[in-house]
């Protein structure tokens, strides 16, 4: 990389103000600090060595859901949540991370969008935490890959993977979730809406309601997780 760098992204305390000495050099990198249009001269420049180490220490791999958004040929976008045990997501190597699909509502239109085109969005979640942690990049769809035996569950290979090149990352403020106290039970109205089974009953008239309330209910779906 050689060229002007313009904004510099201090995680944890940080010094607090640029070193006034030392080599422009680390890692490779070449160039220059600029401070009020201004190059800052002797200024050392620390690159993170391995970012898969940011991965590993980060919602990525803690989080037990995440978010995809993809978009298709036409710009329509569609996003789509996915949930395992914490730890879920692959880190394959410093800069590619994977994601076990699991049996679903067979829709599979992320992974089309993907077909048409690759570019997804991930946001990734912890319960109880206000700040998420967001993963663009390049996705590829695969059947298969060397690494699908360790994202094994309960006895279960993922049938495909979303396989993503990353491209940016970086933390998400928590403030959404702070003004919206998501994470207050007390605040929560689960029934606040009508439930899946009353919803499919106003489509599918003839269907009886008990039956419905059966098919969704979330012991039926816990038989179906795998």
């Known amino acids: 990389l050689v060229g002007d760098i313009k904004e510099i992204l201090v995680f944890g305390a940080g010094p607090k103000d640029l070193p006034a000495g030392g080599p422009l050099a680390t890692g490779g990198l ?4 600029l401070r009020d249009g201004a190059p800052v001269a002797g200024t050392t420049v620390e ?11 980060s919602p990525c791999h803690d989080a037990p859901v995440k978010f995809v958004a993809t978009t298709d040929a036409d710009g329509n976008v569609d996003v789509s949540p996915k949930g395992d045990p914490p730890g879920f ?15 679903g509502n067979k829709r599979v239109d992320g992974f089309l969008n993907v077909l048409q085109r690759p570019h997804v969005g991930t ?6 935490r206000g700040d998420t942690l967001r993963i663009n990049g390049v996705g590829t769809v695969l059947s298969d890959a060397d690494y699908f035996d360790d994202m094994t569950v309960k006895g279960n290979r993922p049938i495909l993977a979303l396989e993503i090149a990353v491209r940016e990352v970086f933390f998400h403020c928590p403030k959404a979730f702070l003004r919206s106290d998501t994470w207050k039970p007390e605040t929560w109205t689960p029934d606040a809406m009508p439930s899946v089974a009353q919803m ?7 269907a009886d309601p008990a039956d419905l309330e059966r098919r969704y ?10």
Not at 30 to 33: A, D, N
Not at 123 to 128: E, H, K, Q, S
């Open 47 to 57: 690159l993170c060595p391995s970012p898969s180490t940011f991965f590993t220490k």
């Open 89 to 103: 997501v692959r880190v394959i190597d410093d800069a590619t991370i994977a994601v076990p699909e699991r049996p």
């Open 30 to 33: 070449t160039g220059k600090i």
């Open 217 to 226: 209910s979330e012991d039926t779906i816990r038989t179906q997780l795998y």
């Open 123 to 128: 946001l990734f979640v912890i319960p109880g």
């Open 200 to 206: 499919v009953a106003t489509i599918m008239t003839d």
